[in-house]
């Protein structure tokens, strides 16, 4: 198993700004993804989070809006600037094995844009 | 690239009644298929999970069905209790890009 630490659990933003999310794992993983989950909706991939090297989008998400890193092998954060209303939801880190594997994911940072 | 869909969107047993839920997805060379219970203000927890090698895997009242020709895979729970009600959530593992695909989950209510 992995235990994930993320943080911060939830914050309320003005529109206009930015949030960084931090996502820190006990263990090395291969795979380490950003989910986006809107009240009563399922959960969104917005990218991969590659070691040392830019992070692989889905379609409908830009670098630019979501930038992310990942320095090593347990730690990855996930930037939502500019925020405007419609980024309210929750933010969740995802982790997994290579091979397809269960994946474990964070608590989830609850965001209200206001 | 993947899609899956899950269906109903919604679901009320009575309890002790059975559940099922049921997956599509769309890219055969998807590998692995877990399912996902998530409670109200809680992370999804993996309840079950199957490989595309095996058809059919059970654990107590929890079961899961594989049918790689049809591409679709199924959740049963049997004799269904009142702490079963959450949203369930199915996905689709594609092997080499290892993204988790999730369905757009199942609303589960079971009646006291």
């Known amino acids: 198993s992995a235990v994930i630490s993320q943080k911060p659990s939830r914050d309320i933003c003005q529109r206009g700004t930015s949030l960084t999310i931090q996502c820190q794992v006990d263990?090395?993983?291969?795979?380490m993804f950003w989910y986006r989950q809107q009240p009563g909706q399922s959960l969104t991939l917005i990218a991969t989070?590659?070691?040392?090297?830019?992070?692989?989008?889905e379609s409908g998400f830009v670098i630019d809006k979501f930038p992310i890193s990942r320095p090593n092998l347990t730690f990855s954060t996930l930037t939502v600037s500019n925020m405007s209303p419609e980024d309210s939801s929750i933010y969740l880190c995802?982790?997994?094995?290579?091979?397809?594997?269960?994946?474990?994911f964070g608590q989830g940072t609850r965001l209200t844009v206001v | 690239g993947e899609n899956v869909e899950q269906h109903p969107s919604t679901l009320s047993v009575q309890e002790g009644d059975s559940a099922v839920i049921k997956c599509t997805y769309s890219d055969s060379a998807s590998n692995y298929f877990p399912w996902y219970k998530q409670e109200l203000g809680k992370r999804p927890q993996l309840i079950i999970d199957?490989?595309?090698?095996?058809g059919e895997k059970k654990d107590q009242r929890i079961a899961v069905t594989l049918n790689k020709t049809a591409k679709h895979f199924s959740l049963h729970i049997t004799e269904t209790q009142p702490e079963d009600s959450a949203v369930y959530f199915c996905?689709?593992?594609?092997?080499?890009?290892?993204?988790?695909?999730f369905g757009t989950g199942t609303r589960l209510k079971v009646l006291a």
């Open positions: 199957i490989r595309s090698n095996v």
């Open positions: 995802t982790v997994g094995r290579t091979g397809g594997t269960e994946a474990f």
């Open positions: 996905a689709a593992i594609t092997s080499g890009t290892y993204k988790y695909i």
């Open positions: 989070a590659n070691q040392g090297s830019e992070a692989t989008y």
């Open positions: 263990s090395q993983v291969t795979m």
